[in-house]
């Protein structure tokens, strides 16, 4: 049991933090203390995020890495974070900078210094970038955008039983900030990845995943090269971007958990 352990979750664009309650009852069992804020402006509910997306517009990447490290700060111990699409960027960058004892990164959005931007990516963050606008405003998914987005790979009922159940307008600065990376010398998606004394990353790559293809994971993987510390790449060929919250969310988290044990976490 990993007694005292503390998992927290960090969620991505356009889900709420609740969506983690499957996952955090599953390690709860396993013995972990967990945690699963949500990004600034965002409320205690699904309902009341909905009603409010200007509180959550206009937060960028530093702005959700500074919240995390104020909650972190304020831990006993750094904890584990288990971190999905925008969340696994935060988890890295967080991790990079020593504020945690390990970290895994499903589906984590692109890092400065990952080069391909997939067809299938570009449409599926679309919604944000088709009004320059919407850098600075909180931005929602149709029924349709979220089933290429995030549930592709189950069927059309699920698809449209988790966007009714989990979905909420999304901040949408994070995109702009990470498309603009790798012309940008300080970019907010910046990550030490040549740090060697940090702690173990587990990346997750999903092969049918239209919004952080596997090539972006694979590449995320290459900038790791330079640092010594243990770095693994795990993938699901069949699942898409919804993996964390759709039917088959049990074997990810459960291959996770498999993971930290390996690292006597």
Not at 11 to 36: C, D, I, K, N, T
Not at 112 to 139: D, E, I, M, Q, Y
Not at 209 to 235: G, I, N
Request: glycine residues 8%; negative net charge; proline residues 8%.
């Amino acid at each position: 049991m990993a007694v005292g352990t503390t998992v927290l979750f960090v969620h991505g664009l356009w889900l709420h933090a609740s969506s983690w309650g499957p996952w955090m009852a599953r390690f709860q069992e396993e013995g972990y203390e967990v945690a699963a804020p949500g990004w600034p402006g965002d409320h205690d509910t699904v309902e009341e995020s909905r009603r409010d997306p200007d509180a959550i517009a206009d937060h960028g990447i530093d702005d959700v890495v500074a919240h995390f490290a104020e909650i972190i700060r304020a831990m006993p111990e750094p904890p584990v974070l288990v971190g999905h699409s925008f969340g696994g960027l935060i988890a890295q960058k967080l991790l990079g900078q020593d504020l945690a004892k390990a970290a895994v990164a499903i589906d984590a959005a692109q890092i400065k210094g990952v080069l391909p931007v997939p067809l299938s990516a570009l449409r599926a963050t679309l919604p944000v970038f088709k009004n320059p606008a919407n850098k600075h405003r909180a931005v929602s998914l149709t029924p349709e955008q979220f089933r290429f987005a995030f549930a592709n790979a189950v069927s059309e009922e699920e698809s449209q039983e988790l966007y009714e159940r989990w979905t909420i307008p999304a901040p949408g600065r994070p995109l702009f900030e990470a498309a603009a990376a790798n012309f940008t010398p300080h970019s907010p998606a910046g990550v030490d990845t040549g740090n060697s004394g940090r702690g173990p990353l587990l990346l997750i790559a999903s092969g049918k995943d239209h919004t952080v293809p596997e090539s972006v994971t694979r590449a995320t993987l290459k900038q790791y090269r330079h640092s010594d510390a243990v770095t693994e790449l795990l993938e699901f060929p069949d699942r898409g971007h919804s993996l964390v919250i759709d039917s088959g969310w049990g074997e990810v988290a459960d291959t996770c958990l498999t993971w930290l044990r390996g690292q006597s976490l």
